[in-house]
Every structure is written in C-alpha cells, then in structure tokens.
C-alpha cells in the first residue's frame, strides 16, 4: 500500500535548512564536569524561612505552637494535622 501524501505544500529542503539556527556546542567556562563529591557540598541546608504561621488563615500564636510541638513530638506533618482537626470539626457540625 502506498504511504498517504500530505495536502500541505512542500517547502524546498534548503529554505529550512537556512531557517533554523545553526547548533554550536555551549561555550567552555573552563570548570571541568565531575560530581560533586559529599566534601564539597555543605553538611546541612538552610531552611528557608516560609509564612507557617498564617497556614493559609490566621491562627493565634500559642495555638500554632502547640501546632508545631505536636508535629515534631508525633512526627506527623502539621498538613496533615490541620486536616485531622477540620474534619473533626466539620463532622460535629455534620458536614
């Protein structure tokens, strides 16, 4: 069976040749590749600090610590400890 031809007109070979850019290999900067050995990068990241305490709705200060403590204490994540306490919430109230 015969390969079905395309309806789109044909562009000469040499129109897209002189279309596209040229590749060319990136410029060396003159730092080998190699990996990164554990030497040299540092022993332990910086946290970046993020706005943990608004979680999306201001909470009061004392309660966001309590919120903290008991995610580092059970080792749950306090996502997952918000979620735990709004669908307890919402249940009491039948939702």
Known sequence: MA????RLP???AQTVDEA????TP??????????????QLPAETTRIPR?????GAR???DLYERLVAC????????????E????????THGF
Do not use: C, Y
Request: no cysteine; net charge positive.
């Open 3 to 6: 390969k079905p031809q395309t």
């Open 10 to 12: 044909q562009v000469a």
């Open 20 to 23: 596209e850019p040229k590749l």
């Open 26 to 39: 990136a410029p060396d900067n003159g730092q080998p590749f190699a990996e990164h050995s554990a030497q």
């Open 51 to 55: 706005r943990g305490k608004q979680l």
């Open 59 to 61: 909470i009061p200060t």
């Open 71 to 82: 995610a580092e204490s059970t080792r749950i994540p306090q996502s997952r400890l918000i």
């Open 84 to 91: 735990r306490a709004l669908d307890a919430e919402l249940k």
